[in-house]
């Protein structure tokens, strides 16, 4: 059984740094190319940032020179560290693995930045 679990969201001012967390089980999780997306009230999902098993990393224009994503295939998890956080940051952060045409999704953390 495939799980994501994410962690590290929460509250924070603009300015301010988080990490988030995606710790994998029940996969591969070396051969994935993993994600973070988002999604802001009333908007679409959206792609952040993604890494891939040889550890190329792909930014959105937004996040680029602010966040980093990177992996730990020993710990079986991803991270995204966000720093100089602004409010339009605010979202609702997922994490996804893709395999293929397979693809798996955790169930979220929320990230508010506040002005």
């Known amino acids: 059984q495939v799980q994501l679990v994410e962690s590290g969201g929460g509250l924070v001012q603009a300015g301010g740094s988080l990490r988030l967390s995606c710790a994998a089980s029940g996969i591969i999780f070396r051969i994935n190319v993993m994600g973070w997306y988002r999604q802001a009230p009333g908007k679409q999902r959206e792609l952040v940032a993604s890494i891939t098993s040889s550890g190329s990393t792909n930014y959105a224009d937004s996040v680029k020179g602010r966040f980093t994503i990177s992996r730990d295939n020993a710990k079986n998890t991803v991270y995204l560290q966000m720093n100089s956080l602004k409010p339009e940051d605010t979202a609702v952060y997922y994490c996804?693995?893709?395999?293929?045409?397979?693809?798996?999704w955790g169930q979220g953390t929320q990230v508010t930045v506040s002005s």
């Open positions: 996804k693995r893709s395999n293929g045409p397979i693809d798996s």
